[in-house]
């Protein structure tokens, strides 16, 4: 009884994956694919296995192990014309181990519901690629805000400090939500203005740069551009010098990505880390690495906005809690030759307690 009650088991898990994979199609975008290039991006992403005990009184091993799949319908599309090719992935020898499932892909053919995703995912990408360059132009134009209701990029002199606002404006905008909440704030604006309901162009349930998933029949479709470059963000440019060519990175660009959410119906503004610039430096690798020395401009724009405290050579990476703001001294030390004051410490910035990034300074 046992034995049946486990089979029983494996089989209602196994159908319910099944049902799973039928109404989940991958697709992805590519630029002129042909049939070689989509059959083999189609075989590298095959559906996940699920691995049993084939003696139930036992543990599982390598040995004794039973895998299984559910084969998944893959379509690779083309993002410019028509040469849209689809196959069904899977693994051959199931309930072998793990490193007997060979993958598979087989041609197939497209239903209406594929027809349909592809053509609304390529509508929804023209008005989604036109709706943010008009944007981006009307952001050229008409600086956003920062929080004193002065515009962002804006040059006037400060008498008690000799760094130039842009630098603060741009540190506040990628650590403060206040810029992302007027640009999101804007965009949904510009949405509702253009389109009375952004959800008849924009048909995608979620879509951005990383990805998209689109609903027709009952059948998600979630994929990835995978073979196209696309870019859905919006700079706002923090230049004390404004006649810098477009095409040059200034020192202090702030990039924001921006990503459609159909079950909010509106727009969603973060930060891209691997596009935004802070004193020339990108901003991921700035919180990934412990070895930046930057401006005593930027130091002072990042003392301002968040807080932050400082370990010696010695002690590591500093406590976790983000202590005092400012950079004091880490503790008393000597005043010769071999004191703190010719050695380097590292000063942690931090969020909600959650470290940011990590500049060398002065002991």
Not at 63 to 68: L, S
Not at 133 to 161: G, Y
Not at 165 to 178: L, N, S, Y
Request: aromatic share 10%; with cysteine; net charge negative.
């Amino acid at each position: 009884m046992k034995y049946i009650i486990i089979f029983l088991t494996f089989l209602f898990v196994f159908a319910n994956a099944a049902e799973a994979n039928n109404n989940n199609v991958t697709l992805f975008m590519c630029e002129g694919c042909n049939y070689d290039e989509a059959y083999q991006l189609a075989k590298d992403n095959p559906p996940l296995t699920q691995c049993y005990s084939s003696d139930p009184n036992e543990i599982i091993t390598i040995d004794n192990q039973a895998c299984y799949s559910n084969p998944k319908k893959v379509i690779v599309a083309d993002v410019l014309g028509n040469g849209h090719f689809a196959f069904m992935v899977g693994h051959h020898h199931q309930g072998s181990n793990m490193p007997l499932l060979n993958k598979y892909a087989e041609p197939t053919s497209l239903s209406n519901n594929d027809e349909t995703a592809i053509f609304r995912l390529k509508t929804t990408d023209k008005n989604f690629s036109k709706f943010i360059k008009e944007m981006q132009a009307e952001l050229n134009v008409s600086p956003l805000q920062v929080s004193q209701h002065l515009p962002l990029n804006m040059i006037h002199s400060n008498t008690e400090n000799s760094c130039p606002p842009h630098i603060t404006d741009a540190v506040k905008a990628v650590f403060e939500g206040r810029t992302a909440s007027e640009l999101q704030h804007k965009l949904n604006n510009k949405a509702k203005a253009d389109f009375e309901d952004p959800e008849r162009f924009f048909h995608a349930k979620e879509y951005s740069s990383e990805g998209f998933s689109i609903g027709v029949g009952g059948i998600s479709y979630q994929g990835t551009w995978k073979k196209v470059s696309k870019n859905f963000n919006t700079s706002v440019r923090f230049n004390q010098n404004q006649d810098i060519p477009t095409g040059s990175t200034g020192l202090y660009d702030v990039v924001f990505s921006i990503k459609w959410i159909r079950e909010f119906g509106a727009l969603s503004v973060s930060v891209n880390p691997f596009l935004t610039y802070l004193d020339g430096i990108a901003l991921n690798q700035l919180q990934k690495t412990t070895s930046n020395t930057v401006d005593q401009c930027l130091q002072d724009a990042l003392d301002h906005t968040l807080p932050s405290n400082t370990s010696s050579p010695s002690s590591g990476g500093g406590s976790s809690g983000g202590g005092s703001s400012g950079g004091g001294s880490p503790g008393g030390g000597n005043s010769g030759g071999g004191g703190w004051d010719n050695q380097v410490c590292e000063k942690h910035y931090y969020i909600n307690g959650v470290k940011m990034l990590t500049i060398k300074v002065s002991c």
